[in-house]
Structures are given as structure tokens and as C-alpha cells.
């Protein structure tokens, strides 16, 4: 058989395995897209939301105004694995091995000091945002198994970014990549690994932790 009887075949089959392998990816972000879109809105309840789409099926960025004292707005960005580029997704595991949800809750009242809780590992340096390093307070704690780095200016912003940790009681800490609260941008952050439990959980604390950094 020479080659052109079997190099046709061949490229036929590929070209559908990769068509398919599209489909299929595309297909499951979007019902992720969905899930977590739900999830987010049950767990802050806002009295308007806008949704931007990110490069079709691989997130989106949300605004969500809710009726809060201490919340006026809750940004959030969901970025996916690329599921549908079967080329791409080897690239994918050393570039982003895990799908990301990033929160920004924007805060009426001002948040005196702050403080990060980032999971060990998480960075190679020092994460943008944080600035004069030098001046925090650094110690380890370890939450449900899992080893972070408690970073603050003060104690009392270190006892309530703990206080905010605590209350979440998700069964897997290690989806929490970042907690934290800063007083130059005026937010509480937080940077995870979407998960329908942890979005509720975020959701339900969120607007308690504000409140007792605010007071």
C-alpha cells in the first residue's frame, strides 16, 4: 500500500478526533460556565448583574451589584482550561493546570490595614498587589491539612483574615488560593478554584468579614 492510500485515512480520522474532541470541550465549559454563573448568583443575591464573555468558551467577567451596607459591587472573573484546543492542552498544564475564579468585593465603608492568606506554593515571587513586603508580619497556619502563609500589617487584620479562612469550613482547603483585604484598592479578594461549595461559602461570609474589617 503506498502512502497516499493510507495518508488520507489518516488525516480523515485525525481531523475528526480533533473535531470531536472540540465539541466536547467547548461543551463542558459551557455547562461549567453555567454552574458556576448560578452558583454565584444564589450565593450574593444582586440586584443586577452584566456578564462579558472571555475568548468564547474560556470564561467570562461578571459585575454583580448587590444590596449590601458594606458591599456596593462584586467583580468576578472565571477563567477555564482551553477543554476544546486538544493542541493547546499540553501547553495548558504548565501555564494553568487548574480552571481559576478571582473575586473582588468592592466595599462602601473603608478597610483599615491589610493582610493576605496564600497558599503555600501558590507563587513563584512575591504576588502583584502586595507592596513594601518588608513591612508584614509573616507566619505559617495550617487549615483543613492544608499549609498557607498568613502575611499582615497588624494583628487585628491578621485575627479577622483568619476569623474569614475559618468560617468558610469547605472540605478541601486547597481550592483557597488567596484571601486577602487591602485598604489602597479598598476590596476584599479572593482567588480560588471555582467550586460550588466554596462560591457559596464566599458568598455567605464575604459581607461578614467586610463588616468586621470596616468596624
Known amino acids: 500500500m503506498d502512502v497516499a492510500a493510507w495518508a488520507l485515512p489518516a488525516v480523515v480520522i485525525v481531523a475528526l478526533f480533533i473535531a470531536t474532541t472540540y465539541f466536547m470541550g467547548r461543551r463542558h465549559n459551557v455547562v461549567l460556565m453555567r454552574i458556576y454563573a448560578q452558583a454565584l448568583e444564589k450565593a450574593l443575591r444582586p440586584v443586577d448583574q ?43 498544564r504548565f501555564t494553568m493546570r487548574h480552571d481559576k475564579l478571582y473575586l473582588v468585593f ?23 498587589g502586595i507592596e513594601h513586603i518588608e513591612q508584614f508580619r509573616r507566619r505559617d497556619v495550617t487549615l483543613g491539612g492544608v499549609d498557607f502563609e498568613l502575611l499582615s500589617l497588624d494583628s487585628r487584620g491578621e485575627r479577622e483574615l483568619m476569623r474569614w479562612a475559618e468560617s468558610l469550613q469547605v472540605a478541601d482547603y486547597s481550592h483557597i488560593k488567596h484571601l486577602s483585604f487591602t485598604s489602597s484598592t479598598n476590596v476584599a479578594y479572593a482567588y480560588v478554584d471555582p467550586d460550588q461549595e466554596l462560591i457559596a461559602a464566599l458568598g455567605r461570609t464575604a459581607p461578614d468579614f467586610v463588616r468586621s474589617v470596616a468596624k
Open 106 to 128: 468592592e466595599c462602601k465603608q473603608s478597610l483599615p490595614g491589610e493582610a493576605h492568606l496564600i497558599k503555600k506554593g501558590q507563587y513563584r515571587l512575591v504576588p502583584a
Open 50 to 92: 452584566k456578564y462579558t464573555w472571555i475568548g468564547g468558551y474560556i470564561g467570562y467577567r461578571a459585575e454583580y451589584k448587590v444590596k449590601d451596607d458594606f458591599i456596593k459591587m462584586v467583580k468576578a472573573s472565571l477563567q477555564l482550561l482551553p477543554r476544546m484546543s486538544l493542541l493547546y492542552r499540553p501547553i495548558a
